[in-house]
């Protein structure tokens, strides 16, 4: 919704926008679910294995996320029904001189690195020598991500980085599209399967990268 609704207002704000609102949910929320808000990063904390995701909660999360991302997007269509702004479509679609495979490697690719940051910091054990086991910085990487990627591609893809928004976006357009037609509802199917493709490579990146997160503890030290 804050995506939906900035970009109506002041595209360039919404790298911004979207970060910020991102870290005060992980802050709030971070306790409570983990705050993973994205199927993304449900997806490769749920593969990293390590305990830290059953499949079953994982997939309720998921199922959450892309129904609230559908019900946002239908909120935002009514707000852009009757907003001075339209006749204007606002499409899930790549920029005006990109084609979908290109928006689909930079969705990819800053897919991959949110899920990765969310693993290595959220997820990971912190280092011995550490004398707190809090983890401030999490809010503010995961946010900086998403702030870096929506500035360097978002005129390539649209900086969405997350299925639930994809489904967003698209089911918009279903309600409300303005004057020029929106694409068809499947190309948010197509871009989220390279979304997800990139978390599947963070969780093979981060098995690889924190192999201590794989070994088991002695059982005396159990």
Known sequence: LTLALTLRRAPPAKPFSSAAVLACFMYSLGNVSGAHLNPVVTMSVVLSGRDKCS???GA???VCQVLSGACAGLLYAQYHSIGPNSGLTFALAPGATYGPNA?????????FILA??????????????WR??????????IGSCVLAGGIAVGPISGGEFNPAISVGV???NLAHSGRTPAPPFAS??????????????AS???SLTYPDEYKKAPLLAQ
Do not use: H
Not at 103 to 111: I, T
Not at 132 to 141: G, N, P, S
Not at 188 to 201: A, H, K, N
């Open 55 to 57: 499949p079953a909660d």
């Open 60 to 62: 309720a999360y998921i």
């Open 103 to 111: 928006a689909g490697v930079v969705e990819l690719f800053f897919a």
């Open 116 to 129: 990765y940051a969310y693993l290595a910091c959220a997820t990971a054990g912190t280092p011995g020598t």
């Open 132 to 141: 707190t086991k809090q983890r401030f910085y999490v809010a503010l990487v």
């Open 170 to 172: 698209a089911t918009a």
């Open 188 to 201: 948010c199917i197509v871009l989220s399967l390279w979304q997800l493709t990139g978390g599947l490579l």
């Open 204 to 206: 093979v990146v981060f």
